[in-house]
C-alpha cells in the first residue's frame, strides 16, 4: 500500500521557519517536502525518495498569510461606493449611516457571489486561512470548498445593535434572548463544523463589537471559548462613538471594561483596537495598550479600513514594543494581504515618524505567524516540518519583483498580485498560473458587477433619510454635460 503522495518542491527562494528562533528565515536554494497535507522537510537538500517534483526554480516560497479579519459577504460590494467618504458627525466612521445603506440594497445573490469573489481576492493576493465574521456563514463554505480556502467561520453573536435615525447620534436597541439564541447557534455550528472537511473548515466566536454586547453575554461567551477551546474575535476600539458610548456607560475604556468582565485572554482577537484610551483619537487617559499585552489577547490590525478615512494605529510598532500581539486583516475592499501588509508598515513610519520600525519583516511576520498565533495554531504561518503545506509560490523575475536581493522587502513593498503565480493550501495546488481552478473569475465579476448594478440603486432604503448612493457617495467627476 503506498502512503500518501510525497512531493519535493525545489526552490530558488524559501521563507524557512526555525523553530529553535521562532522566527522565519531566509533559505536561498532548497528543498520544501510536502507529504499529503503537511511540510515534513525543509532544508538545502533532501535525499529521500519522493513521489512527484515542483520545479520552484526562479520563484519564491512563503508560508500563506492567515488573514484574521474579513466580512466576505459584504466586503466587496463596498468597493466603488465608500471610498473618499467619512461623515464628521461620527468622527469619519461609515459604521453608522454608509454601511447600513449598503447592507441594506445587497440581495441574497449578492451575497453569494460576494464569498466567490472573496475566495478569488484573497488566494490571488497570499491569503490560504481567512477568519469571516458576519451573519449569512453556510453560505461562505460552498465558496471556500470550491477555492479551496482553509476558512474559519464565526457567526457574529450580539444582543444589540447601533443605528442612527437622526445623522446626529448613535442609538442601541437591545434584545438579550437574540443574544442568547445567537450564542446557542454559534455553539452548534463551531460544534458541528470542527475540522470539518479535512480540517479546512473551522468555527470561532465572533461577539460582533463591544458595544452591542451586553456584560452577560460576553460572560457566556467566555465560558464557551474556555470550553470549545475556539479563538474568540470582537470588535472594539473601531470608531470614537464606541469609545464613548462606552466610557458614557461604564466609566471605563472599552478595554478596560473587557478586562473588569475577565474577558481578556491570550485566545481572544481585538478586531482593530485603534481608538484606545491613552491614544490620540480618543483624548482620554487609559493605558488600555499595556492591558491588552499583559492579557495576551492578540489586535487584528486592518490597516487600509482606517487609513482610506486619515484614521492611525498610534502605532504598529509602538504596539509590538509594548508587547501587543499583531496580526493582520483586510476586512474591506481590496482584501488584500499584500496591501495590508504594505500599508501597516507605511502607516506606521508616518506615524512615528521614523524609518526604521515596522519593517518589512514585522509586518511578514504580522500576516503569518502573528495570525497563526491568534487563533492558536502552530502549525501554520511558517514553513517547518509538522506544518500545513499552505505556500505561496511567487515568481522572483517579473517587472515589480526585479531586481531580486531581499525576497521580504520586495514582497511588501513592491508585489502586486500578478506576482503570486501559485497557491497550494493543504498539500493541494488551488491556484496555478493566477487562476484561481475552482471557481471562474471572469463569471464572478460579471455577477458581481450584477449585483452592484442591483444595490446601488436600493441603497437608499438603507439610509436614516432616505439618501441616495449618489448623494451620500458623488461620483469622482461630474457627470459630462451636453
Ligand atoms: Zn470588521
Known sequence: MSGPTRTRIDASHIIAYDARAGEHRYLRGGVVVVEGDSVVHVGKTFDGPTDERIDATGQIVTPGFVNVHAHLAGSPLDKSFIEDRGP??????????????????????????????????????????????????????????????????????????????????????????????????AVEFIERHDGSHGGLIKGFLSPLQVDTCTAALLREVRKEADRLRVPVQIHVGQSVNEFQEMVARHGQTPIEWLESLGFLAPDVILGHAIILGGGSWANYQADDLGIIARSGAAVAHSPWVFARRGIALESFSRYLATGVPLALGTDTAPQSMLEAMKFAAVVSKIVDRQTEVATAADVFTA???????????????????????????????????????????????????????????????????????????????????AGGERMWPAMARGHWAGRDADTLSPQSFPPWEG
Request: proline share 4%; net charge negative.
Open 88 to 185: 464628521r458627525q461620527f468622527y469619519l466612521s461609515g459604521l453608522f449611516e454608509l454601511l447600513p445603506a449598503r447592507g441594506a440594497g445587497q440581495d441574497a445573490e449578492a451575497t453569494q457571489v460576494c464569498f466567490d469573489y472573496s475566495m478569488i481576492e484573497l488566494l490571488r493576493t497570499g491569503t490560504t486561512t481567512i477568519l469571516e465574521m458576519g451573519p449569512l456563514l453556510e453560505e461562505a463554505i460552498p465558496s471556500a470548498l470550491a477555492a479551496g480556502m482553509r476558512l474559519y467561520l464565526g457567526p457574529s453573536i450580539r444582543d444589540g445593535r447601533w443605528f442612527t435615525d437622526n445623522g446626529r447620534t448613535v442609538r442601541y436597541d437591545w434584545d438579550e434572548a437574540a443574544g442568547r439564541a445567537a450564542l446557542r447557534r
Open 367 to 449: 500576516a503569518t505567524l502573528g495570525g497563526a498565533r491568534a487563533i492558536g495554531r502552530d502549525d501554520l504561518g511558517r514553513i517547518a516540518p509538522g506544518a500545513k503545506a499552505d505556500l505561496l509560490f511567487f515568481d522572483a523575475d517579473t517587472l515589480w519583483m526585479t531586481p531580486l536581493r531581499d525576497p521580504i522587502k520586495n514582497i511588501v513593498y513592491s508585489a502586486q498580485a500578478h506576482d503570486l503565480a501559485d497557491v497550494m493550501v493543504n498539500g493541494k495546488i488551488v491556484m496555478r498560473d493566477r487562476q484561481v481552478l475552482g471557481l471562474d473569475e471572469r463569471e464572478v465579476c460579471r455577477r458581481l458587477q
